[in-house]
């Protein structure tokens, strides 16, 4: 007979927590470690002496083999495995979390951490040691920026290139920025009078010669100083999505949901009103069902409002996923024509729900710049196709191969462009896509030599599609939050901030925005000042007792 025991099923044995040691802990037991190993008289085993000293013998070797670092000298490497370079690292590490993490930037910053780390006692922390300290290390920023792209310039071929243009204002004067859009290389930051054609073709047009390039695309909101700069240049002109989406939300969300809210507030009332009349009447009373007449009136208003700014907010985002040179739902080209039919559904959908709501004349004129804003990218989009089939025909490939460079080598290497910037819902819908592509390119009957090099030139292809200067409006941000903690950022300081960008900042494949833009590599940054700038020296040891200072004035006097 089977028993049945009350007991759910156990595990055999039961896990214990992990340990978590510090570092000044773990060097005391390493160090006791290795002394009792030394002794002569020392008979027992290493593992059992790690259980002597309440360490597993795995724990004991692996602690015993961290610190062989090819980075970091032997020496560096002794000092931290000690009890007092771990209580050193500890107090350093802890320094800089706390600056970073709670403190203020800048030289005071720097000062905590030298105060708050000890370091103080080695290193100069006064304002004016540091201040200098500071400026010779922007100035030896700067000359490292300019030293890199004479080099990296000569070696680069001169080609033509897509760059986001835009201005940040902080106090009277704007700061023109502009971003090479594939690589984020900053080709120019500078704090100028005006933001006229003229003053953008005196400050970029010679940052564009030296670095051996010029512009082939600009990329921005429709700023008429921007527009006239890109038609001096040469440059296709390219209407940014954002601002054209933002036009149509200034015109309509507000209005549309001020006219919901009101009808809310009206459906509360006539609620109200209808509970007032039953307690007062009665249900089936004629004041009852005028007021229950009313309620449904308002209710109906309300959820036509509802409806409304759905399909508003619905048309502005498809106006989004429209404006791609591929069809997201089939991955096929979507020619120019096929662009704006559908342009002008989702445009006839709002200008029919503002009718509906009867916005204000401002409103119209705001969907009626949206609008050119919209014609000009379907003109941008008739330009790009034309360049796309130029680039195709320098190929020279073959029927059938310009067949499967149209549908799968083009599709798939823009999906993969744009793959990062998906939201999660969005690589969900793409994924099926995605895959069918790729399945696509390894059955075909082509050698892989040729399927590498093909996908290498539709990536190029692909990024001379743009739509976007999104890189240009973070950089933005960006400088708003550091001039916000300086206070000013002068000529020299802009500077260094746009060289530490360009030769240190890395993205997850670990380049640099230089390395992208030039396609070579380049010195580290880090490096070069760290062998190059004179940190401060040991602080003098200064007399401030006022008693021996009044001694000494008095033997003087005297003398």
């Not at 002394?35 to 004991?60: F, G, Y």
Request: glycine share 6%.
């Amino acid at each position: 007979m089977n028993t049945v025991s009350a007991n759910g099923p156990q595990n055999a044995t039961t896990k214990n927590g992990k340990i978590h040691r510090a570092q000044p802990a773990i060097a005391r037991k390493v160090i006791a470690f290795q002394e009792l190993i030394n002794l002569q008289r020392w008979k027992k085993s290493a593992r059992e002496t790690a259980s002597i000293l309440e360490v597993p013998n795995s724990t004991m070797q692996s602690w015993r083999s961290k610190g062989n670092s090819s980075k970091v000298s032997p020496e560096l490497t002794e000092f931290f495995s000690t009890v007092p370079g771990s209580i050193f690292l500890q107090r350093l590490v802890m320094s800089a979390h706390q600056v970073i993490h709670f403190g203020c930037g800048g030289i005071r910053g720097l000062q905590e951490f030298l105060e708050l780390s000890l370091l103080d006692q080695f290193v100069a922390s006064s304002e004016g040691a540091l201040q200098a300290f500071s400026v010779r290390g922007e100035e030896r920023i700067v000359a490292f920026g300019k030293k890199q792209e004479q080099e990296l310039a000569e070696k680069m071929r001169h080609r033509k290139i897509t760059g986001a243009l835009d201005e940040m204002y902080r106090g009277r004067h704007p700061c023109l920025v502009a971003i090479e859009v594939v690589s984020g290389f900053i080709l120019l930051e500078k704090f100028t009078e005006d933001r006229t054609k003229a003053t953008w073709s005196k400050e970029l047009t010679p940052r564009l010669n030296e670095l051996n390039v010029e512009l082939g695309q600009v990329v921005s909101d429709l700023c008429g100083g921007i527009r006239s700069y890109a038609n001096e240049a040469g440059a296709k002109h390219i209407p940014e999505l954002f601002h054209a989406q933002h036009e149509i939300s200034k015109a309509t969300s507000a209005p549309l949901a001020a006219q919901e809210r009101e009808f809310e507030n009206a459906l509360a009332e006539a609620s109200e009103k209808l509970k007032r009349a039953e307690e007062k009447h009665g249900q089936g009373s004629k004041q009852a069902r005028e007021a229950k007449i009313s309620q449904n009136c308002r209710r109906i208003g309300l959820e036509w409002r509802k409806e409304r700014r759905q399909k508003v907010k619905t048309a502005k985002k498809e106006l989004g996923k429209t404006h791609h040179p591929i069809d997201l739902r089939t991955g096929k080209l979507q020619s120019a024509e096929i662009i704006k039919t559908r342009f002008d559904e989702q445009f006839k959908v709002i200008e029919a729900c503002a009718q509906e709501a009867e916005l204000s004349k401002s409103c119209e004129k705001r969907l009626e710049k949206a609008r050119r804003a919209f014609d000009a990218i379907v003109e941008y989009v008739t330009f790009f196709f034309i360049t796309y089939a130029a680039f195709l025909s320098r190929l020279d490939l073959e029927k059938d191969q310009e067949r499967f460079f149209n549908e799968v080598i083009f599709p798939l290497s823009y999906l993969k462009i744009i793959w990062r910037r998906l939201q999660r819902k969005e690589k969900e819908e793409l994924k099926l896509l995605r895959k069918a592509l790729e399945d696509r390119l390894r059955d075909a009957p082509y050698l892989e030599e040729f399927k590498n090099q093909w996908l290498k030139t539709g990536q190029e292809c692909a990024e001379i599609f743009q739509r976007s200067s999104s890189c240009v409006e973070g950089r933005n941000g960006m400088l708003s939050l550091y001039y916000h903690r300086f206070h000013r950022l002068n000529i020299r300081s802009l500077k260094a901030l746009s060289i530490v960008h360009n030769f240190h900042t890395r993205r997850l494949d670990n380049t640099t925005a230089a390395e992208r833009f030039f396609g070579s590599k380049h010195e580290d940054l880090f490096e070069s000042m760290v062998a190059n700038v004179r940190i401060p020296g040991r602080p003098q040891n200064q007399n401030h007792d006022l008693k021996k200072r009044q001694i000494s004035w008095e033997k003087r006097r005297a003398a």
